[in-house]
């Protein structure tokens, strides 16, 4: 059963850059899966980040494109999220999820973490 | 791309079905349309319950059905009991490998 489990710091000042690190196991990255990023502010709905193929080919929400950049690392099976120029705006819970090969589901997610931009 | 809408609440009382509806599905090609629902309940993971508009993983009740006509897809909650109560949210991908986007959720009360 695939596990996915998100890392990184709960506290980020305005204006730097976010990052995070989930890793994946249960399940190989380089499968036919892609690897999706998705977050929720406090009390609101889901959008998604962005996702990653084990290629290395990533696609992103046009809303955060200029800010955003997914990686992957398959030897460590983990892909991770740097968000830059960030402001209270991107205060959430980020989750990383599995993505089916034709974008069709989200099958599993981590657990999620808390992001608060603040100083 | 447009949003798509879901209703911001719905309710109903034990043993009764209740509907949530996405609105804004666009066909990708070939006239298919990908539509999933996830079941969030308060500060816990979302949870696939429909994919490919009609589907159930495994350990999903049969209670939970997906549908879809037109461009609105439907998720119908039979028998409903209290544990359903939760924030659900629908999914579409319309090809193209372009952008994704989640409904605003809906928010189940059971009475």
């Known amino acids: 059963q695939v596990q996915l489990q998100e890392s990184g710091p709960g506290l980020v000042k305005p204006s730097e850059t976010l990052s995070l690190t989930c890793s994946v196991s249960?399940?190989?990255?380089?499968?036919?899966?892609?690897w999706a990023w998705i977050r929720q502010p406090p009390g609101k709905g889901l959008e998604w980040i962005g996702n990653?193929?084990?290629?290395?080919?990533?696609y992103y929400n046009p809303s955060l494109k200029s800010r955003v950049t997914i990686s992957v690392d398959t030897s460590k099976y983990q892909f991770s999220l740097k968000l830059s120029s960030v402001t209270a705006a991107d205060t959430a819970v980020y989750f990383c999820?599995?993505?089916?090969?034709?974008?069709?589901?989200?099958?599993?997610w981590g657990q999620g973490t808390l992001v608060t931009v603040s100083s | 791309q447009s949003a798509l809408t879901q209703p911001r609440s719905v309710s109903g009382s034990p043993g009764q079905s209740v509907t949530i509806s996405c609105t804004g599905i666009?066909?990708?090609?070939?006239?298919?349309?990908?539509v999933s629902w996830y079941q969030q309940h308060p500060g816990k993971v979302p949870k696939l319950m429909i994919y490919?508009?009609?589907k159930r993983p495994s350990g999903v009740p049969d209670r939970f059905s997906g549908s879809k006509s037109a461009n609105t897809a439907s998720l119908t909650i039979s028998g409903l009991q209290a544990e359903d109560e939760a924030d659900y949210y629908c999914?579409?991908?319309?090809?193209?490998?372009?952008?994704?986007?989640f409904g605003g959720g809906t928010k189940l009360t059971v009475l």
């Open positions: 999820a599995r993505q089916s090969s034709g974008w069709y589901y989200f099958d599993s």
């Open positions: 249960g399940s190989s990255i380089s499968s036919g899966y892609y």
């Open positions: 990653i193929y084990h290629s290395g080919t990533t």
């Open positions: 666009s066909s990708g090609v070939g006239g298919y349309s990908y």
């Open positions: 490919d508009v009609t």
């Open positions: 999914y579409s991908y319309a090809g193209s490998y372009t952008f994704d986007r």
